[in-house]
């Protein structure tokens, strides 16, 4: 019971420190509507085939720009803040503190899952007023959720196994976008696959979880088809993520 009050007590610190710093809040949430509005205008009269189907591009790029704001919030915020958290301190101080480790780590998970879901309202909302895009309902709500928490959980899973990764605060941005961009250009989710995609690049798709996550999400927003090996696909990188962050988690600075 004290560890679940000390979570909620470090968590509306952690809600504190993120509001306090309003210009990175609002970057956080402008990024994506910022790439959506630029693909809309570049693209957006067009149309994309999913399977039989067709739809418009604007419509694509709703879904496909809320799956790209939940990996920036959980994935890329979590592995820089921890990295820099760690080589500037931060960190060893909490360790020595009578909080319990799982405590705090858990509070800057939550936080990461409430902006990405934040995030994603203002990002379906958006779509809505500007682009008529139609909302999800039902039982299509319900999966939407489902996969809109599992890929925030498993993402800051796998920020948290990168930031160990990571040598020094400097080398943090660079490394993630590293690792992150590529998948995301290799997944879709900035340019739509067609007929003409190479195979690697399918092949590629198929094996990280970016694909499948923004799969799970665009299922809500252009009827096609939910697949729950799509949410499988997630969960299990996420349990692979947590297992390399519980083994190589450190809580001291390399210096």
Request: aromatic share 14%; with cysteine; net charge positive.
């Amino acid at each position: 019971m004290r560890t679940v009050s000390l979570t909620v007590s470090q968590l509306r610190f952690t809600n504190k420190a993120f509001w306090r710093n309003p210009t990175q809040a609002f970057f956080i949430f402008a990024f994506p509507l910022i790439f959506l509005v630029i693909f809309t205008a570049l693209l957006g009269n067009n149309t994309v085939s999913i399977g039989a189907r067709s739809f418009k591009e604007s419509t694509y790029y709703v879904a496909a720009m809320a799956a790209f704001g939940v990996v920036t919030a959980c994935f890329n915020n979590m592995a820089i803040a921890t990295a820099f958290l760690r080589e500037t301190g931060v960190l060893k101080r909490v360790d020595g503190t009578p909080m319990p480790p799982l405590s705090y780590l858990a509070a800057r998970i939550l936080h990461s899952l409430a902006v990405a879901v934040v995030l994603v309202a203002v990002t379906v909302v958006f779509g809505r007023a500007a682009y008529s895009v139609a909302l999800p309902g039902g039982t299509t709500l319900v999966e939407f959720v489902v996969m809109l928490v599992v890929g925030a959980a498993t993402f800051c899973a796998l920020g948290l196994a990168l930031s160990s990764a990571i040598p020094n605060a400097d080398a943090a941005a660079p490394m993630v976008n590293a690792v992150i961009l590529p998948l995301l250009f290799l997944s879709g989710t900035f340019i739509p696959f067609g007929n003409a995609t190479p195979s690697w690049i399918l092949w590629v798709a198929r094996v990280f979880p970016v694909r499948h996550f923004a799969v799970g999400l665009q299922a809500g927003f252009l009827g096609t088809p939910f697949d729950w090996v799509d949410v499988a696909v997630v969960a299990a990188w996420g349990a692979f993520g947590l297992a390399l962050a519980v083994r190589f988690f450190s809580w001291e600075p390399r210096r």
